[in-house]
């Protein structure tokens, strides 16, 4: 089928080959499908959706529109994708106990994305640290430490790349299908034996609903698993961050504490995604076997020290990992204080990540420069007793003028009320198939 023909098949809702739809997408990458031709597809896609075998099409056709690494390592290749929330930092810890593990992660990351952070954009706190790499020197990174998490070269999945920027004027980015695709693209271009996926709902992740949420982690597994890569998926609660901290530098410290600490909610998504992850590639046969070996590398230090590896591998301080206090530039703190007696009720999380763009810790528009000192910490967990009075949260900020802006707008994020609120399972669901 010619371009037009598939064009022409997809606006009336007809059946379309699979073959067609992998060419065309090959066709995207490599120019001879027009920009125009591309929106027109986006839209047919929007408006009817792909069933599963071309949304398997699709994802095979974008990876394989540009380079497919490929391994000889002694273990097994794995990573995991989270859809994006405030305050997460899953990928600094997990890539690291992974590997301690024995496991290789060649993890191809991203940037901040609206009032989520971005892995790489945390990474970059670190004096030094560089994220773009030759697919050379990512190999050599990737075999010597067993983690490496970096920027997509432009032969990573090019078609991807130049769908999505059609996608973001023609209003087709929130289409399932296409998010699937695109996502499954660059993490199947890494080479990847099995893949977890975090796929985060409520105020403070991309797909907010739990209804679309689970329906974009369905079609993940069943997709990655029809393109051969053995996917499970969790669905885990953001209604609040994962972190005390948003911002750069603070969740970089606030990691390292929770390497020495082994506790809190950022730990046990890890955990739970690293167990999955690790009996998919049948690194372990059995749950408990894989989580009591992730946790013991967690407790006994060798996470910690393989994360140290990576950062400096990427070119961060050597002693990172015993000196992190001494590398991170923080902002000045201004206290967020409760206006009212009362229980933290709520948050609304995509406020908060927007509050730390505003301050200069995200991006309003693709070229920003973002600065990596600013931003929340000390966020009080949901279910806190608060007086009035008390400190609720921590402004880090360069000028006074908009730490008293941010104050105001934090206290409006956090909802206190009078009852205690009933608390919800970080776990929401697993989807195995």
Not at 13 to 37: L, W
Not at 71 to 93: C, E, F, M, N
Not at 190 to 215: N, P
Not at 319 to 331: C, G, K, M, T
Request: with cysteine; proline share 4%; glycine share 12%.
């Amino acid at each position: 089928m010619q371009a037009r023909d598939v064009l022409f098949c997809l606006r009336e809702g007809r059946a379309v080959e699979p073959e067609a739809i992998n060419r065309f997408a090959k066709d995207i990458g490599n120019g001879r499908v027009t920009d125009a031709q591309a929106g027109a597809f986006a839209m047919a896609v929007c408006l009817h959706g792909l069933d599963d075998a071309g949304r398997v099409a699709l994802t095979l056709g974008m990876r394989d529109s540009g380079k497919v690494l490929s391994w000889d390592l002694p273990g097994k290749v794995i990573d995991k994708h989270s859809t994006g929330g405030v305050g997460d930092a899953v990928s600094l810890l997990l890539a690291p106990m992974l590997a301690a593990v024995g496991a290789f992660v060649p993890m191809i990351s991203g940037r901040g994305l609206g009032h989520t952070g971005g892995t790489l954009d945390k990474l970059e706190a670190i004096p030094g640290l560089r994220t773009h790499f030759s697919e050379l020197q990512f190999r050599s990174i990737v075999k010597a430490v067993g983690c490496a998490i970096v920027a997509p070269t432009p032969d990573i999945a090019p078609a991807d790349q130049r769908l999505y920027a059609v996608r973001d004027v023609t209003g087709t980015v929130r289409s399932t299908d296409l998010i699937t695709s695109s996502i499954l693209a660059k993490k199947l271009a890494a080479g990847l034996e099995a893949l977890v996926l975090d796929v985060k709902t409520g105020s403070g992740a991309v797909m907010q609903d739990l209804g679309v949420a689970r329906a974009l982690a369905q079609a993940l597994v069943r997709t990655s698993n029809g393109a051969g890569c053995p996917t499970s998926a969790i669905i885990t609660d953001m209604s609040q961050p994962l972190l005390p901290s948003i911002g750069n530098a603070l969740e970089i410290a606030d990691v390292m504490r929770v390497f020495d600490s082994g506790l809190g909610a950022l730990v046990e998504v890890a955990i739970e995604l690293g167990t999955q992850l690790l009996v998919q590639a049948h690194v372990f046969y059995t749950e408990k076997g894989a989580r009591d070996k992730l946790i013991k590398h967690l407790e006994d230090g060798s996470a910690k020290a393989k994360f140290g590896k990576m950062v400096a591998a990427q070119g961060g301080p050597k002693n990172f990992v015993e000196r992190w206090e001494d590398y991170l530039d923080i902002a000045p703190a201004y206290e967020v204080l409760a206006p009212i007696d009362g229980y933290v009720q709520a948050m609304d999380g995509t406020a908060l990540g927007q509050i730390v763009v505003d301050l200069g810790g995200g991006r309003q528009r693709e070229n920003d420069q973002i600065d990596h000192a600013v931003g929340l910490s000390g966020i009080v967990p949901l279910g806190t007793k608060l007086y009035c009075g008390q400190p609720m949260a921590l402004v880090h900020c360069h000028n006074k003028k908009f730490a008293d802006q941010a104050i105001h707008a934090v206290q409006l994020a956090i909802l206190l009320g009078p009852t205690e609120p009933v608390s919800k399972p970080l776990i929401l669901e697993r989807i195995t198939g």
